[in-house]
């Protein structure tokens, strides 16, 4: 079984995947590691990516994923159109679940302005915001609470 926490930039899918995978033993893929130099370098630009551009960085994570010998995995992908998340699922070679970390814009921007070292800064939220195709199918989880209860939530979520 493989846990996608999924959602936009700076909503605590790396928080969370960390915190879950201390918990669970499973082993965490933060998604931002496996993007191309040209993604980071566009990202870092100011220019969104499309889909177009997310296929090999999703093939490069799934294929991490699927080399692991872990029974379950957890990744940090933000999955934010339905093309992205049934390129995931064709390509996991276990099922998976997906998990929205879901918050309004406002909450996540200032999450984002507060980050430091990350090269998706907050004037690019609006597009992230922009391209998220309302998932259907998974279980939303409302950033609002504590790592501890999101964590809590997802974890009584898969028994």
């Known amino acids: 079984m493989v846990i996608v926490l ?8 790396t928080t969370i995947g960390k915190q879950l995978s201390r918990k669970t ?3 965490f893929f933060e998604g931002d590691e496996y993007h191309s130099a ?6 870092s630009a100011g220019t969104p990516l499309t889909d177009k551009d997310r296929i090999p960085w999703i093939a490069a ?11 379950s995995q957890i990744i940090a ?3 934010l159109t339905v093309f992205i998340r049934n390129l995931i699922v064709e390509k ?6 997906f998990f929205h ?14 980050r430091e070292g990350h090269y998706m800064k907050s004037g690019m ?6 391209a998220l195709e309302a998932p259907d199918n998974v279980v939303t989880i409302d950033i609002r609470h504590s790592p501890e209860k999101i964590c809590e939530d997802i974890l009584k979520s898969l028994n």
């Open 6 to 13: 999924m959602g936009v930039s700076g909503c605590g899918k």
């Open 25 to 27: 033993g499973f082993p």
């Open 38 to 43: 040209e993604n980071v370098q566009k990202m």
């Open 61 to 71: 994570l799934t294929a991490a994923v699927n080399a692991d010998t872990a029974s």
């Open 77 to 79: 992908c933000s999955a």
């Open 92 to 97: 996991l070679e276990s099922p998976c679940r």
């Open 101 to 114: 970390l879901e918050g309004d814009f406002k909450l996540i921007e200032g999450r984002m302005s507060n």
């Open 125 to 130: 939220l609006a597009s992230q915001f922009d």
